[in-house]
């Protein structure tokens, strides 16, 4: 059966912000590729897909993705190509405007704007991202909708300090009329290991599922926590659902890094290979790291006499937890 990935592409380090739980602590532009490296990078995971016969969902970022000048030359090459099911853009919203917006519309398979914001409020969101952040990408989500051809949603990364806001956040979003939020839970890389203490415990995390299922009038059993990593709430029907979303790494998505290298994704900064030097068939059928991640036999403590077949916890959060700043992974 034919697969579709998710491909999440940073593009550049570069970025106008300096948000708190960032998982960067480089903000320069020195791992950049030019036209051509992109270019490169971009063949060869076209390569691999057209040798399996698959699909991929492309979506860049950074940093900031609308710093880069080879942005919309890069999408203009990768709305050419069959193998491109879908193209997307996440972005901290401040740079979003009619002439960059335009430019977008013009490109075919662009489908989706993600937006992060991380709080209900300028008081919960600007703690994290910066003073005067909230107003003005509230402010750019209309700019986004009026043209009727995106679909936009609003990343929402839930750690102790904007837990309680969730309620409003998801409040605020339908009040906007945006089409979609995803919830993703922090984890603590780059500048993000300075505050690990945000991290959810277990309670917490609970805590979140509960008030996620009483917004949406469902049941959440007393023991029952939910195999996923994340969860999406879609605002596009009569009523809104809360859908969530299974971890794919080392199955159906990976992450691309500024220079080439491939995570198996963006919150597991293990390199696994360059798509400058390796073919990413290669990467993906023979990475002794994916190789390890995809067989649930590997895991250990609480994760490893989990009944749940569908869950494998979160090996990103294992992984970040576990080695702090660095270390062996196969240790």
């Not at 993705?65 to 999408?75: C, D, G, S, V």
């Not at 659902?241 to 198996?264: D, R, S």
Request: with cysteine; aromatic share 8%; charged share 30%.
């Amino acid at each position: 059966m034919k697969k579709s990935f998710y491909i999440q592409w940073h593009i550049t380090n570069q970025c106008n912000l300096r948000c708190r739980h960032c998982y960067q602590d480089d903000f320069s532009r020195k791992e950049d590729l030019d036209g051509e490296g992109l270019k490169k990078v971009a063949d060869n995971i076209v390569s691999a897909l057209r040798g399996w016969g698959d699909k991929a969902c492309i979506h860049l970022t950074g940093g900031e993705p609308l710093l880069k000048p080879e942005l919309f030359p890069l999408l203009e090459y990768l709305d050419q190509l069959p193998e491109v099911e879908e193209l997307g853009l996440i972005t901290n919203g401040l740079l979003l405007n009619d002439g960059i917006l335009d430019r977008l519309a013009a490109v075919r398979r662009f489908k989706t704007v993600k937006i992060s914001l991380d709080g209900a409020d300028a008081q919960v969101h600007d703690r994290i991202r910066s003073t005067g952040n909230f107003d003005r990408v509230v402010k750019n989500v209309p700019l986004v909708q009026k043209r009727e051809i995106f679909d936009v949603n609003l990343m929402f990364t839930v750690m102790k300090s904007n837990l309680g806001s969730l309620p409003a956040f998801i409040r605020l979003g339908e009040e906007l009329r945006v089409d979609g939020m995803i919830i993703e839970r922090f984890i603590p890389w780059g500048r993000g290991i300075e505050i690990r203490e945000e991290v959810l415990d277990r309670e917490q995390w609970r805590r979140m599922l509960k008030a996620l299922f009483e917004y949406f009038s469902m049941e959440l059993e007393e023991d029952e926590i939910p195999p996923y990593q994340a969860f999406q709430v879609d605002l596009r029907g009569e009523e809104p659902q809360l859908l969530g979303a299974p971890c794919v790494l080392g199955t159906e998505g990976f992450c691309v890094m500024p220079q080439g290298e491939v995570f198996p994704c963006r919150r597991f900064p293990l390199s696994i290979g360059n798509l400058l030097r390796n073919p990413l068939r290669e990467i993906w059928e023979n990475s002794e790291v994916l190789h390890q991640l995809r067989n649930k036999e590997n895991l250990k403590g609480k994760c490893g006499t989990c009944g749940e077949d569908a869950c494998t916890g979160c090996r990103s959060l294992a992984f970040s937890l576990k080695r702090g700043v660095g270390g062996d992974f196969k240790d």
